[in-house]
C-alpha cells in the first residue's frame, strides 16, 4: 500500500513538473498551448470571450549584459512570483519563452482584456518597489492584448495577433499596451506608462 500511494505521489510530482516552467514556477509554454485551445474550444461552445496577453519585458537583454544571467533569473522568478499572484485563479499565467509571457483570461471581453493588461502593466513597477532586496533596475512590459472573437478564432491566430500587438507597444516606446489590430494588424487602440 505505501508503495502504491509513493508511486501516486511521484506520479502526481512528475506531471507537476512537466507542465511548469523550473524558474518561474508558472506553467509553461506546452501546458499553454494546450489550456489556450482547450479554452478556445469552451468558449466557442458556451459563447462568450476569451482574452489573451502576450506580455514581454523591455531591456532584458540589457539587463543580462549588465548584470549577469543569474540577475536575469532573479527579475524573471520575480516577475514569475508576481504574474502567479495577480492573475484569478481562472487565468493561465505561462512563461512563454524567455523574457515573455502569455496570459490567458477565460471569460473575458476585450474591454476586460485591455484592463487587466493595464493593471498588471502598471502592477509589476509596484511590486518590483516593494521587493525587500531589490538590487536591479525595475523591469517594464510591454503587452500586446488580442481577444477572442474578435482578433481570431485559433491559437495561432490569437497568438500572433497579440505578438504583432506587443511588438507595436515595443516600437511604440516601450512599457505600453496595445490592443490588436483588424486583419491589417494596425493597432486600435495605445495606451502608455
Do not use: W
Amino acid at each position: 500500500m505505501a508503495l502504491a500511494l509513493a508511486n501516486i505521489r511521484l506520479r502526481a510530482t512528475l506531471r507537476e513538473q512537466s507542465s511548469r516552467d523550473p524558474l518561474t514556477g508558472l506553467f509553461n509554454r506546452r501546458f499553454m498551448e494546450a489550456s489556450l485551445e482547450r479554452e478556445l474550444r469552451r468558449a466557442a461552445r458556451e459563447g462568450y470571450g476569451l482574452g489573451l496577453l502576450l506580455a514581454d519585458l523591455d531591456h532584458f537583454k540589457d539587463l543580462n549584459d549588465a548584470f549577469g544571467h543569474a540577475a536575469g533569473d532573479a527579475v524573471l522568478r520575480g516577475i514569475g512570483r508576481y504574474l502567479a499572484g495577480a492573475v484569478r485563479g481562472e487565468d493561465v499565467a505561462c512563461r512563454f519563452g524567455g523574457e515573455e509571457f502569455v496570459i490567458i483570461l477565460p471569460k473575458a471581453s476585450l474591454a476586460d482584456t485591455q484592463r487587466r493588461a493595464e493593471a498588471l502593466r502598471d502592477g509589476i513597477k509596484v511590486h518590483q518597489s516593494e521587493e525587500p532586496m531589490r538590487l536591479y533596475p525595475s523591469a517594464t512590459m510591454s503587452i500586446g492584448v488580442a481577444a477572442y472573437p474578435e482578433h481570431g478564432t485559433s491559437v495561432d491566430e490569437l497568438l500572433l495577433a497579440a505578438d504583432s500587438a506587443m511588438y507595436r507597444a515595443k516600437a511604440l516606446g516601450r512599457d505600453r499596451v496595445v490592443v490588436a489590430g483588424d486583419s491589417e494588424r494596425r493597432a486600435i487602440e495605445v495606451s502608455a506608462g
